[in-house]
Structures are given as C-alpha cells and as structure tokens.
C-alpha cells in the first residue's frame, strides 16, 4: 500500500496533475505530430522525430514544473536546472523509445505511408508519455515528504 500511496500521493492532488499534465500534453504532442509531418519531408524519420521532440521538451517541461507540479504554496517544486536536467534525461528515454517504434515499424512495413509514421509517431508517444508522467512526478518534481 506504501508503494501506491507514493505512485498516486493524494487522490485531489493527483487528479489536478493528470488534467493539466494531459492538457500540456496535447498541446505539446500536437504541435510535435505537426512538425514531425512537416520535417520528414526532408529529413530522415529518426532525424524528423529528434528535431520535433527538441522543439518542444523544454517548453513543456517548464509548463509542467509552472503549472502541473506545483508545492502547497502554488511555486513550482523544482528549480528551472534540476526540472530541465530531468526532462533531458527523460526525453532521452521517451525519444529512445519514440524512435524505436518508428523503426520497428519499417521491420513490419517496408513502405509505410506518412499517415503510418504519423499514427506510429503517435501512438507510441502516447505510451511514452504514461511513462514521462510518473517519472517527473516521483523524480524530478518529488515533493521532499513523499
């Protein structure tokens, strides 16, 4: 029970992250299907996903310590260098992965369409980001209590 009440923290609590975390992440992961669209037109898939995911970790990471991960008093828990340190890291795993996804795709699909890359881009992105959430949420933006 331990482990759950550290995954979760308090339900109000909780539930206020997810919403606005989702709402980040809808904006930030839109804006990221629109430039990876835009740049695989010229750039190879792994290339186009870096540049786009690039464009818009740090921008979202500080949304996220501004608005999702705040402490009692409404500021945000982590400092801009540690919140940014976390993200790249994270965003490390989260391209690993994103990446990975759109190569394994051309293993099962020789020629994929862009609607394929996209709809992949996507979907694994959606995976990934489950992830990214619970790990700025018990790393990088860890109240000191839980």
Partial sequence: MVGLRRLFGRHEEFVRQVVRFSAIGIVSTGFTAFTYSVLRIWWPIVVANLAAQILTTALNTEANRRWTFLSEARRP????????????????????????????????VPSPTPLDDVLVMLLSSLVATIGRFFLLRLWTFAHQDR
């Fill in 77 to 108: 828990i982590t400092s801009y260098g540690r919140a940014q340190l976390g993200g790249a890291i994270i965003f490390a795993l989260y391209f690993g992965f994103t990446s990975s996804a759109l190569l394994l795709l051309r293993l099962f």
